[in-house]
């Protein structure tokens, strides 16, 4: 019986380690983990500041960049689903490598997977955000556009599933 206690014991304490090295998951707005391969909206987490993340052309042409709907704009920008690096991986946590693609097409020859731009020399924030990187997420307003940009203050998003 000792055995037993002592094997049972050890058994709990692997799966305590193993919790605690676990990184928490990405809740979405109703607090349920984000999930491979579902839609979900990139609104922002103050209402009525502007609306969800969506593709804008930056200098009028392509290729687009990540963006944000303008609050009068009406429109519900266009939803996001994460990638994890690892496919067997199904809940998105804080440590997830993921790509970040829209699942709307775009007109420009090119995929809609986030990715890192070049620094620009004006405003010295890199455009787009996508995996390979860390910096704070945040919007610089350009011409009346809202661009999301790293190396900025930052802003707060929430992810709301898509219908």
């Not at 009028?60 to 690096?85: H, K, L, N």
């Not at 709307?104 to 995929?111: A, D, I, K």
């Not at 990187?133 to 999301?148: K, Y």
């Amino acid at each position: 019986m000792l055995r037993l206690i002592g094997s049972l014991s050890f058994l709990w304490l692997l799966m305590a380690i193993s919790t605690m090295a676990q990184s928490p998951p990405v809740l979405d707005a109703g607090g349920e983990p984000l999930r491979s391969g579902v839609e979900y909206l990139a609104d922002p987490a103050v209402a009525d500041v502007a609306g969800s993340l969506t593709l804008v052309a930056r200098n009028g042409s392509c290729p687009f960049y990540v963006g944000q709907e303008s609050a009068r704009s009406g429109r519900p920008g266009i939803p996001v689903i994460f990638t994890p690096r690892n496919p067997q991986e199904t809940i998105i946590t804080e440590s997830t490598e993921v790509t970040v693609t829209f699942s709307g097409v775009s007109t420009c020859v090119r995929n809609t997977a986030w990715t890192i731009g070049g620094e620009d020399p004006q405003t010295r924030r890199r455009f787009d955000c996508g995996r390979a990187t860390c910096g704070t997420a945040g919007i610089l307003i350009q011409n009346g556009t809202r661009f999301l940009v790293l190396d900025g203050p930052e802003f707060t998003f929430m992810f709301v599933r898509a219908s």
